[in-house]
């Protein structure tokens, strides 16, 4: 791999509004003390990574359950899904990746299936490393329906910072295993609800890169209830 490839990762498309922003405020800081400009070229290299896009290598195998962003696990252990979704209320697992401003935000999608629901909901912006920030942050959440008729469910989680939540995919659409589906801008969360029975792969603590990490499998034994 060249150097090259190591250093400039592609960038994702809403990320260059704010990258010309950056860059913009930065010459003007230049003009006004050079000091200061080199502060905005650091700023202007900060959100350039931020929206940085890179492939992934999805694990082929049906079944696995991936990331479904970059960071660290901070919750695994049982809550209720959005209730917003229509899942019965009660505990699930639920795996929670935290996002801090300097990873990768793209979400991708955790198993291959069909998106039967998709909920938006306003809310708070606390910390989204806090577990709390499942019930009261804004989020959005997206129930995924496996061609094994496996149920699960993805959530969006806006953070301390984060104050934009943005979902490309559709109700209805089929997407694979690691496909790119939402965006979140400046510091988040995702929470992935395993079906009844599955056991999670990660620890808390664990890095977790979005579309690689496996998460869980359901293709064990008695996992998918």
Same mark, same amino acid.
């Given at each position: 791999?060249?150097? #090259?490839?190591?250093?400039?990762?592609?960038?994702?498309?809403?990320? #260059?509004?704010?990258? !010309?922003?950056?860059?913009?405020?930065?010459?003007? %800081?230049?003009?006004?003390? !050079?000091?200061?400009?080199?502060?905005?070229?650091?700023?202007?290299?900060? =959100?350039?990574?931020?929206?940085?896009?890179?492939?992934? &290598?999805?694990?082929?195998?049906?079944?696995?359950?991936?990331?479904?962003?970059?960071?660290?696990?901070?919750?695994?252990?049982?809550?209720?899904?959005?209730?917003?979704?229509?899942?019965?209320?009660?505990?699930?697992?639920?795996?929670? &990746?935290?996002?801090?401003?300097?990873? =990768?935000?793209?979400?991708?999608?955790?198993?291959?299936?069909?998106?039967?629901?998709?909920?938006?909901?306003?809310?708070?912006? &606390?910390?989204?490393?806090?577990?709390?920030?499942?019930?009261?942050?804004?989020?959005? @959440?997206?129930?995924?329906?496996?061609?094994?008729?496996?149920?699960?469910?993805?959530?969006?989680? !806006?953070?301390?910072?984060?104050?934009?939540?943005? =979902?490309?995919? @559709?109700?209805?659409?089929?997407?694979?295993?690691?496909?790119?589906?939402?965006?979140?801008?400046?510091?988040? #969360?995702?929470?992935?609800? %395993?079906?009844?029975?599955?056991?999670?792969?990660? @620890?808390?603590?664990?890095?977790?890169?979005?579309?690689?990490?496996?998460?869980?499998?359901?293709?064990?034994?008695?996992?998918?209830?």
């Amino acid at each position: 791999m060249r150097m #090259r490839d190591v250093v400039l990762k592609p960038m994702h498309p809403d990320g #260059r509004r704010f990258v !010309a922003i950056f860059a913009a405020v930065t010459l003007a %800081l230049f003009v006004i003390a !050079a000091p200061l400009g080199w502060i905005g070229v650091l700023l202007t290299i900060w =959100c350039y990574y931020f929206f940085r896009d890179p492939e992934r &290598v999805t694990p082929a195998r049906p079944g696995l359950v991936v990331s479904p962003a970059d960071g660290i696990v901070s919750h695994v252990g049982p809550a209720v899904p959005p209730a917003e979704l229509g899942f019965e209320a009660v505990p699930l697992t639920r795996v929670s &990746v935290f996002m801090s401003v300097f990873d =990768c935000h793209v979400n991708r999608m955790p198993v291959a299936g069909r998106i039967t629901a998709i909920a938006y909901r306003p809310g708070t912006f &606390v910390n989204a490393s806090l577990d709390k920030a499942s019930e009261d942050n804004e989020r959005n @959440a997206l129930a995924i329906k496996t061609e094994s008729g496996a149920r699960l469910a993805v959530v969006q989680i !806006a953070g301390l910072v984060a104050r934009r939540i943005l =979902c490309f995919a @559709a109700q209805g659409d089929r997407l694979e295993t690691g496909q790119r589906f939402g965006l979140i801008r400046f510091g988040s #969360r995702l929470d992935v609800y %395993l079906p009844p029975g599955v056991e999670p792969a990660v @620890a808390v603590g664990q890095t977790a890169i979005a579309g690689e990490t496996v998460i869980a499998d359901l293709t064990v034994p008695g996992s998918e209830g």
